[in-house]
């Protein structure tokens, strides 16, 4: 089993929609969730921690299910600029690598 | 916004040449971290950096790889002899001291060619 896996997609979705992705991670120890966002050939880009408690930051949700060991990314109201490959990280603990999934690419459409 | 910079964007060289990429993380980080993406591939992490001293490395970061902090405010990472396999974008990456967020901020990467 791969340590974080990712759906590649893509999501082509219309201008407007609301669009679900999720990670799973296989690493029970994992303690720090992060989502992050990746135009093509630029570097990652902090979306969101992930708590588990879940979080907002606008259009944007995430959650943390650690009994199944997922975390989730939620995109209302889906933008032209929201087009990008969306990376779920995990880290072991704090201050130390984060292994990435492969990414989710979204192509939202007119 | 404070942000994590790297130098060159791009480096082209020979096989077997040493190369050195250079990093300024974000000033009151004290985690630096290197990743490596091949082109088409995930993000993989290299090596992470703390209190002057190498925490933890990948598989990937074997003997022809190493890391310095010169300064106050560099931090490099060297290549000793490149092989046609370490063509990638190199990402620096920062996160603040221990007991904040643990948030890993990327610099903008460091496209390495080897010919």
């Known amino acids: 089993r791969k340590e974080v896996e990712q759906d590649p997609g893509p999501f082509n979705v219309p201008e407007g929609a609301t669009v679900a992705f999720n990670c799973t991670y296989s690493?029970?120890?994992?303690?720090?969730f992060f989502w992050y966002r990746q135009d093509c050939r630029k570097e990652p880009k902090l979306l969101m921690s992930v708590y588990s408690s879940g979080n907002e930051d606008g259009r944007f949700t995430a959650q943390l299910n650690r009994a199944s060991q997922y975390i989730s990314l939620l995109i209302r109201d889906s933008k032209l600029s929201d087009s990008a490959t969306y990376l779920c990280a995990v880290g072991e603990r704090g201050g130390n690598k984060l292994t990435f999934g492969t990414g989710t690419q979204l192509k939202v459409e007119l | 916004e404070p942000e994590v910079t790297q130098t060159p964007s791009h480096q082209v060289t020979q096989m077997g040449q040493e190369v050195i990429l250079r990093c300024v993380p974000i000033?009151?980080?004290?985690?630096f971290y290197w990743y490596r993406q091949i082109l088409g591939q995930k993000v993989e992490f290299l090596v992470s950096f703390y209190n002057n001293e190498i925490s933890e490395k990948s598989e990937i970061f074997d003997d022809q790889f190493s890391v310095e902090r010169p300064d106050g405010s560099n931090f490099t990472l060297k290549i000793r002899s490149t092989k046609l396999e370490d063509s990638a974008m190199y990402f620096c990456?920062?996160?603040?001291?221990?007991?904040?967020?643990?948030?890993?901020?990327f610099g903008p990467g460091t496209r390495l060619t080897v010919t």
């Open positions: 690493n029970s120890a994992s303690q720090s």
């Open positions: 000033s009151n980080h004290l985690y």
């Open positions: 990456a920062s996160s603040e001291p221990p007991g904040q967020k643990y948030e890993q901020y």
